[in-house]
């Protein structure tokens, strides 16, 4: 099936530093969504984007729908510790198809620097 | 309050040992899908549901089944479960008018011995 390349795969971020991730498919989406999990709880959609070269935001969260429709990135600004957690990228080819899936990819693990 | 609940949210069990993971909405939604998580792979779709009584695999539905015969609820079963199903087990829902904002439920972490 399709697979979305996310990286990094982990990050430690500085408080008031701005971070970026960003993800990569093999193939098109026509919908492209950021989420954020925290520890023990399921994942909550950040963002949306539905164009291709939207950029969209959400406070200090910042994502951009790539101009080819393969690739999408997010930043976040200022950072601040509640950041913590997994982002994940989740591209949609068609919104009503096989059930509204979402192909996921791998996670950013955000962490505190020591 | 609007939610996705699921059932039980730890579960240690033996191999074969058939078990079901249950799913409930109160929104009203007409999808409902589960997604395991495995590290470094992200989330991927087992079954999903458009309605009731309609249910279809997803990627990776070898060794579960799932049945939709009320519109909040959308069990996972396991019929005889292997270790390769350890796994942390997420299920969600969305509406047919919003169909990206899924809400996903807290979580079942499940170890198959």
């Known amino acids: 099936g399709q697979q979305l390349n996310q990286s990094p795969q982990s990050m430690f971020i500085q408080e008031g530093e701005d971070v970026s991730m960003n993800c990569t498919s093999s193939?098109?989406?026509?919908?492209w969504l950021w989420y954020k999990q925290d520890p023990g709880e399921g994942p909550v959609l950040l963002i949306a984007l539905y164009k291709a070269g939207e950029l969209t935001s959400n406070g200090r969260l910042t994502a951009q729908f790539g101009i080819t429709r393969k690739d999408s990135f997010l930043n976040i600004s200022a950072s601040i510790p509640s950041d913590v957690g997994i982002y994940f990228c989740a591209g949609q080819l068609n919104r009503k198809a096989a059930g509204n899936k979402l192909t996921f990819g791998g996670g950013t693990r955000v962490l505190v620097k020591p | 309050e609007a939610q996705v609940t699921q059932n039980p949210r730890y579960l240690i069990t033996v191999t074969g040992k058939k078990l079901t993971v249950t799913c409930s909405q109160n929104?009203?939604?007409?999808?409902m899908s589960w997604y395991r998580q495995d590290p470094g792979l992200g989330l991927r779709q087992i079954y999903y549901?458009?309605?009731?009584?309609?249910?279809d695999k997803g990627d990776v539905p070898e060794g579960y089944k799932v049945s939709r015969k009320e519109k909040r609820n959308f069990p996972l079963i396991l019929e005889s479960p292997s270790p390769n199903q350890t796994s942390l087990y997420f299920c969600?829902?969305?509406?047919?008018?919003?169909?990206?904002?899924?809400?996903f439920g807290p979580g079942t972490r499940l170890t198959v011995l």
């Open positions: 969600a829902s969305s509406s047919a008018y919003s169909y990206n904002e899924q809400f």
């Open positions: 549901s458009m309605n009731v009584e309609v249910t």
């Open positions: 929104m009203n939604h007409e999808y």
């Open positions: 193939s098109i989406f026509n919908t």
